[in-house]
């Protein structure tokens, strides 16, 4: 299913954050219904370092790719802030629609950008990002290819502010609508009562980020249709891998943590290695 026809419905949609082929493969098993590809998750996992604009798009390029090659759900992609000016982004659609992004997201930083939960971030003016919302749509091959407007202008400019540049960013063009790191309830509130029935709009829940945890039904009842927890995988992998490091390095072992991880098979299971290796039995040797 197209990714417009899943927000069309009436259920608010979860997309778990990923990072690479394997977690978007585990999120697929475990029933997701689309899955976003974090460029935090990414700076995390391939540099070991924060989300401060150090990602580039050749790099997120290939990533789409190779999830694209092993999962079928939509896949919408942090594209940050295109990556440059307006024919930055038109590549910068171009490309990543063609290795298989459902949908990008972009927003209105400058270069270098961070992360919308850390402080000092800083902004284009609202004309720039509307011009590149525009320039997105006309490179898209697709109008099934969703472009969602991120406006990062509550901790710079304001809320009142953001809201100003969101409504920009809806005649110049966007499917959806995020205004990102909203620092209370009210807010999220606000944010729907005025855009809510005019556009999609999606939220972001970081685990100790600015915008307090609300649950999917919670943010259904609000008026929000898609909400993602982009990095909480990463979080999670990173607080078992330190358990498991510390736990072998004490022990000398693994035999502590076998209950929490897959051995041999288990894994290949995952992965599905003997569907694989099976299928290649059909080309002969």
Request: hydrophobic share 45%; with cysteine; net charge negative.
């Amino acid at each position: 299913m197209i990714l417009k026809a899943l927000l069309s419905g009436s259920d608010t949609i979860l997309a778990p954050g990923i990072c690479d082929a394997l977690t978007a493969l585990i999120a697929e098993q475990s029933g997701a219904k689309m899955v976003y590809l974090s460029g935090a998750g990414l700076a995390y996992t391939r540099f070991g370092s924060p989300d401060i604009g150090l990602v580039s798009m050749a790099e997120v390029a290939d990533t789409i790719a190779l999830i694209r090659d092993r999962v079928s759900i939509p896949i919408i992609v942090d594209a940050d802030n295109g990556f440059g000016n307006a024919l930055n982004v038109q590549r910068t659609m171009r490309v990543f629609e063609r290795n298989g992004a459902n949908a990008l997201q972009l927003e209105d930083q400058t270069m270098p950008k961070r992360c919308g939960h850390l402080d000092g971030k800083a902004l284009i003016s609202a004309s720039e990002m509307a011009g590149k919302l525009h320039a997105a749509a006309d490179a898209r091959a697709s109008d099934a290819t969703l472009i969602i407007a991120r406006t990062d202008a509550i901790a710079v400019e304001g809320f009142e502010a953001a809201c100003d540049r969101a409504e920009l960013y809806i005649e110049a063009g966007a499917d959806v609508l995020f205004i990102e790191a909203p620092q209370n309830r009210k807010q999220l509130e606000a944010i729907s009562s005025r855009f809510g029935g005019r556009i999609p709009l999606m939220a972001n829940m970081v685990e100790g980020g600015k915008t307090p945890i609300h649950s999917i039904a919670d943010l259904q009842t609000l008026g929000y249709s898609l909400v993602i927890f982009p990095g909480g995988i990463v979080r999670a992998l990173a607080k078992t891998a330190g358990d498991y490091y510390r736990a072998l390095i004490l022990t000398g072992s693994n035999e502590s943590f076998c209950e929490r991880m897959y051995d041999f098979d288990g894994l290949n299971g995952v992965i599905k290695t003997h569907s694989i290796l099976s299928q290649a039995k059909k080309y002969g040797n």
